[in-house]
């Protein structure tokens, strides 16, 4: 389960590189997107998958969920989700001033 | 444990969250930031003082004891560090109604600014590393805010592409975490400490020691990653760059300085090394940036770079000399670099552009201003006795005790060709023939901008020629920072 899930994070990671390196905003948008599921279903894996076992650490039981990286994936979900859309709206903002959303006429020179 | 360690954090937090009911009323907000700033000023000195007479305070957030809870730090260094931002945000305060327009103080300057400070603080103080993930992110969100703070054309047009950069490696950083959570099991920063001594596979964690540090070196503008640095710095207003290139950096280059000592020094042979390089690289590039422009705003910016090499360069050295030229080095560095953005905003106003070539003369109508850059091109290129003198003093003992000659050379040229991009500017700005066109009766503003800067400058001298009661703190910290047991021993055992 565990090299499935670190397949499956292999492949949002690529793709989510592959956006980031596109010229066009929204492609990047996405791929920070997908950069940030990639990075929290990496973080779930790398807390070991178990199933049915309650977070709670009894004396006597062995067998319980690690709790601290659900903790961290909940954090940083919200991080990601406050980033985008304010990225989204600083994207539109951009594009509105700069009549452009291709980064290569973007790029900017020192005689301005 | 005590909450003397958290109220750092919540004081400009407070700050910020009032500000944010009152954008409109520009008199009370300003009245609310100094005050606030100087409650923080005081309240910093009085927990520093605490700190170096009574040792570590460390709190565990809701009583969980470490590493199962979240544990803030006030050891030496972290609340140096936190004073040095208290008196930035003083300054930047007393800058601010003179430099921003009222419409964007009106657009909730203070409130993100104290929130930056807020997370600046944070992330001085916390002993965790996803903590330290999270203060980086509060940090980020405010900076984003002021970065955008007026808007122009070409101000959104880099600070897009300054979010997408921070955006990278912040993912890049929670996925450092997964990696180093799943190989040692702890993202508490002195447990990790203890378990890596004790780790086994050294090669799989000197791989994830590596990934750490290209995350904080996007952070800290180190060779090859500094590109994102210059243009985003110099588009938003002076107050935002000084607080930008004094603080932000800074925060990384602590991050680095506090995990490449307190954790990953199991491999010193491949990490430090690594650093020589770089920072040999970072100095050289960083200084030949700042000579190839001719726009006084780009010129300090560059300045930035330069600065983070010199403090690489001592923790690559990872000596007693090298480590305590490094502190030294940073402390220095965050004041003289507020008070050379604040006097370069003076300046901009003064001359009414920001073109070196269209300056000239400005010292007959601004002797003070042209004195005041003067002296602090001096300090931030090291002459003696000024502060940057006793920073590199270290950083080159270092150095030539490991015999490493390729890094001294690079750090003597470096220094000297960073006092020659500063001087042009004094020389072809000030001295010269006045050129036509001057903006008039800004002298009322010049003047209210070069007294934050002049107070800066004299705290940064004061560093400089009061070395004798400088010097034994940054020795105490450089201890903490290579002895390590003391900070464990705080966190674990307490």
Do not use: C
């Amino acid at each position: 389960m565990e090299i499935l899930m670190a397949i499956l994070a292999s492949i949002l990671f690529a793709t989510a590189i592959y956006n980031l390196l596109q010229k066009q905003f929204l492609r990047i948008i996405i791929g920070t997107v997908l950069l940030s599921h990639a990075a929290h279903l990496f973080l779930l894996t790398m807390g070991k998958l178990k199933r049915g076992n309650p977070p709670v650490l009894v004396e006597g039981v062995t067998n319980y969920a690690d709790p601290l990286p659900q903790a961290l994936i909940l954090t940083s979900i919200v991080i990601s989700f406050g980033v985008t859309s304010f990225l989204l709206v600083l994207a539109y903002r951009t594009y509105t001033l700069n009549k452009s959303d291709n980064m290569d006429e973007l790029r900017g020179s020192s005689d301005e | 444990m005590s909450n003397l360690a958290v109220l750092p954090i919540v004081i400009p937090l407070i700050a910020s969250v009032i500000s944010a009911f009152i954008p409109k009323k520009l008199g009370l907000s300003r009245f609310i930031a100094k005050l606030f700033a100087i409650i923080f000023l005081v309240y910093a000195g009085y927990l520093a003082w605490v700190v170096f007479t009574d040792g570590i305070i460390v709190m565990q957030a809701s009583g969980w004891a470490a590493p199962f809870g979240i544990s803030i730090v006030a050891d030496y260094l972290s609340v140096t560090l936190v004073l040095i931002t208290s008196i930035l945000t003083t300054a930047a305060v007393f800058y601010a109604p003179s430099s921003l327009s009222q419409l964007q103080e009106s657009y909730y300057f203070y409130t993100f600014m104290f929130l930056m400070i807020s997370g600046v603080v944070g992330a001085f103080l916390t002993g965790d590393l996803f903590n330290l993930f999270v203060f980086f992110e509060v940090l980020l969100m405010a900076s984003y805010g002021l970065i955008v703070l007026g808007g122009g054309k070409v101000q959104l047009r880099e600070s897009l592409k300054y979010v997408l950069f921070n955006v990278f490696s912040s993912m890049l950083f929670v996925t450092t975490i997964g990696f180093i959570y799943a190989s040692v099991g702890t993202v508490n920063m002195a447990h990790l400490a203890e378990r890596i001594q004790e780790a086994e596979q050294a090669g799989i964690l000197t791989g994830l020691a590596v990934l750490l540090f290209f995350v904080f070196a996007i952070k800290a503008a180190i060779f090859p990653l500094y590109y994102w640095l210059p243009n985003s710095y110099i588009v938003p207003n002076p107050v935002v760059s000084a607080l930008f290139g004094a603080l932000l950096t800074k925060v990384g280059i602590y991050s680095i300085l506090r995990v490449f000592t307190l954790i990953f020094n199991h491999d010193i042979g491949i990490t430090h090394e690594i650093f020589t390089w770089l920072a040999i690289f970072t100095m050289l590039f960083g200084v030949i940036g700042a000579l190839s422009t001719q726009n006084v705003k780009l010129i300090v910016t560059y300045n930035i770079i330069p600065a983070i090499g010199f403090i690489l360069m001592g923790i690559s050295l990872y000596s007693s000399a090298g480590i305590e030229g490094s502190v030294y080095y940073l402390v220095h560095d965050m004041i003289i670099k507020a008070a050379l953005f604040f006097l370069v905003g003076a300046l901009v106003v003064a001359a009414g552009t920001d073109d070196l070539r269209k300056m000239g003369g400005l010292i007959t109508r601004y002797p003070v201003l042209g004195w005041l850059f003067f002296i602090g091109s001096l300090v931030l290129a090291g002459v003696p006795p000024f502060s940057g003198f006793i920073g590199k003093i270290l950083l080159l003992r270092g150095s030539l005790e490991q015999e490493e000659i390729l890094l001294t050379v690079a750090a003597l040229i470096t220094s000297l060709l960073i006092l020659y991009s500063m001087i042009r500017i004094f020389v072809r700005g000030f001295w010269g023939d006045t050129v036509e066109g001057l903006p008039e009766g800004q002298n009322k503003k010049v003047r209210h901008l070069t007294i934050p800067a002049a107070v800066l400058l004299a705290i940064s001298i004061f560093i400089g020629i009061g070395a004798e009661f400088i010097y034994p703190h940054v020795e105490t910290i450089a201890n903490m920072l290579l002895d390590r047991a003391e900070y464990i021993n705080a966190v674990l055992r307490e």
